[in-house]
């Protein structure tokens, strides 16, 4: 509609769109994957005759409603549903839930949401890999497609491109499906009671509460009654000397446990140079709190002599489990340590940090909607004597 000159939107390339639109130069590539339900004795579809009589799900208007059109002409049995109502990661949960069979999105789709659903998994291909790219108007003189094309082929754009993937789209899960499925119904079981003090504590110490939030489900999982066989206690697992410092008289108080959990961690903080700067300042603190402070720096000495920046946690890490390592363990000040634990540790704080924002995300979007259709079922009852529905108090989230 001319509304706008670029559209970048992880857009794949098809020969229908072409000859619609401009496209600039391929920055990435897709293909249209098959998604089912991982489910004992049951086989993974194997080919599109495995489709066929199953309920397959896609969004309307997509690349894959494309494809499957053209695939009927060889298999006329085969059918699908296609939503313009739904997004992809509702249709992500209607496989999850089992209410369809299979879903057919784009693998960078799946590829980005795959550790927020275990048990889901990717079965074949369906057509050729197709090119990612920016949809542009067209304009006469083809200025905007060759400043588009000429900053997608910069080599600092192609480095930001290669970051952003790894971040984004190369998300390895480092909890097991148990690990998950267990926090999802935790998530619903165990948090709105504690939600409140993790938001009033992160307002107080200055942190993201979800954050908080992550490090006790790593420590207790939200269990106030939590001890270890070493004697820690609590939500945030507090030792008595840690309970002491910051003035805890009952570990397993929730309130208490959350609010002297999230001081501690201040305290923890400040041990750190202050010239690493967040995220990487938390991770390491994070990672000294686990292993013990020593360990850490031996590490950071070990990344050192690699020639690699030992203020920046993703280099660090490599070099923490070789601590385990008598070759490398004997050459630094502190000795052998388990070095994969803090690894560890760190990234399911990370990943519980990830569930827990997607999931909230999705609940806020779930309650928007659910908000609308309530606004929009009172205005039809409201309905001005002409038929005009009047929408004066419609959310704005609509």
Same mark, same amino acid.
């Given at each position: 509609?001319?509304?706008?000159?670029?559209?970048?939107?992880?857009?794949?390339?098809?020969?229908?769109?072409?000859?619609?639109?401009?496209?600039?130069?391929?920055?990435?590539?897709?293909?249209?994957?098959?998604?089912?339900?991982?489910?004992?004795?049951?086989?993974?579809?194997?080919?599109?005759?495995?489709?066929?009589?199953?309920?397959?799900?896609?969004?309307?208007?997509?690349?894959?409603?494309?494809?499957?059109?053209?695939?009927?002409?060889?298999?006329?049995?085969?059918?699908?549903?296609?939503?313009?109502?739904?997004?992809?990661?509702?249709?992500?949960?209607?496989?999850?839930?089992?209410?369809?069979?299979?879903?057919?999105?784009?693998?960078?789709?799946?590829?980005?949401?795959?550790?927020?659903?275990?048990?889901?998994?990717?079965?074949?291909?369906?057509?050729?890999?197709?090119?990612?790219?920016?949809?542009?108007?067209?304009?006469?003189?083809?200025?905007?497609?060759?400043?588009?094309?000429?900053?997608?082929?910069?080599?600092?754009?192609?480095?930001?491109?290669?970051?952003?993937?790894?971040?984004?789209?190369?998300?390895?899960?480092?909890?097991?499906?148990?690990?998950?499925?267990?926090?999802?119904?935790?998530?619903?079981?165990?948090?709105?009671?504690?939600?409140?003090?993790?938001?009033?504590?992160?307002?107080?110490?200055?942190?993201?509460?979800?954050?908080?939030?992550?490090?006790?489900?790593?420590?207790?999982?939200?269990?106030?009654?939590?001890?270890?066989?070493?004697?820690?206690?609590?939500?945030?697992?507090?030792?008595?000397?840690?309970? !002491?410092?910051?003035?805890? &008289?009952?570990?397993? $108080? =929730?309130?208490?446990?959350? *609010?002297?959990? #999230?001081? @501690?961690? +201040?305290?923890? !903080?400040?041990?750190?140079? &202050?010239?690493?700067? $967040? =995220?990487?300042?938390?991770? *390491?603190?994070? #990672?000294? @709190?686990? +292993?013990?402070?020593?360990?850490?720096?031996?590490?950071?000495?070990?990344?050192?002599?690699?020639?690699?920046?030992?203020?920046?946690?993703?280099?660090?890490?490599?070099?923490?489990?070789?601590?385990?390592?008598?070759?490398?363990?004997?050459?630094?000040?502190?000795?052998?340590?388990?070095?994969?634990?803090?690894?560890?540790?760190?990234?399911?704080?990370?990943?519980?940090?990830?569930?827990?924002?997607?999931?909230?995300?999705?609940?806020?979007?779930?309650?928007?909607?659910?908000?609308?259709?309530?606004?929009?079922?009172?205005?039809?009852?409201?309905?001005?004597?002409?038929?005009?529905?009047?929408?004066?108090?419609?959310?704005?989230?609509?």
């Amino acid at each position: 509609n001319r509304d706008a000159h670029i559209a970048a939107a992880g857009i794949t390339v098809s020969d229908i769109r072409e000859s619609k639109y401009d496209f600039s130069r391929p920055y990435s590539e897709s293909a249209s994957t098959v998604i089912y339900r991982v489910r004992q004795g049951v086989p993974a579809p194997a080919s599109v005759e495995d489709l066929i009589g199953k309920k397959v799900l896609i969004l309307a208007n997509s690349i894959q409603a494309e494809q499957l059109s053209r695939l009927k002409e060889s298999f006329p049995e085969l059918a699908w549903e296609a939503t313009d109502e739904l997004t992809n990661t509702d249709i992500l949960d209607k496989v999850f839930n089992e209410e369809v069979d299979y879903a057919i999105v784009d693998s960078t789709v799946y590829e980005s949401q795959s550790s927020f659903y275990p048990g889901l998994s990717d079965a074949f291909v369906i057509g050729r890999t197709r090119p990612i790219a920016w949809v542009l108007t067209h304009n006469q003189d083809g200025s905007i497609k060759k400043s588009v094309d000429k900053f997608l082929g910069l080599e600092s754009t192609k480095v930001l491109i290669t970051e952003l993937k790894a971040k984004y789209f190369s998300k390895e899960n480092p909890l097991n499906f148990f690990d998950t499925v267990t926090f999802k119904s935790d998530l619903e079981t165990r948090l709105p009671a504690l939600e409140p003090y993790f938001k009033e504590a992160a307002i107080r110490y200055d942190f993201d509460w979800k954050f908080l939030a992550a490090i006790a489900y790593q420590e207790s999982h939200w269990r106030a009654d939590a001890v270890s066989p070493t004697g820690v206690k609590g939500i945030m697992m507090l030792t008595q000397a840690a309970a !002491k410092e910051v003035g805890v &008289e009952d570990r397993t $108080d =929730p309130v208490e446990s959350i *609010f002297g959990g #999230a001081q @501690y961690l +201040i305290n923890v !903080k400040a041990k750190i140079p &202050e010239r690493i700067k $967040d =995220p990487d300042h938390t991770w *390491f603190a994070l #990672a000294g @709190y686990n +292993i013990g402070f020593g360990h850490l720096e031996d590490a950071r000495i070990l990344t050192q002599r690699a020639n690699k920046d030992p203020d920046k946690w993703e280099n660090v890490k490599e070099f923490l489990p070789l601590l385990s390592k008598q070759r490398y363990y004997q050459t630094v000040k502190y000795g052998y340590a388990r070095g994969q634990e803090p690894v560890q540790y760190v990234e399911n704080i990370q990943k519980y940090m990830d569930l827990l924002e997607w999931e909230k995300q999705i609940q806020e979007i779930r309650e928007a909607r659910e908000e609308a259709m309530r606004a929009i079922q009172d205005a039809e009852n409201q309905s001005a004597p002409n038929g005009i529905i009047l929408l004066d108090n419609m959310p704005d989230t609509l």
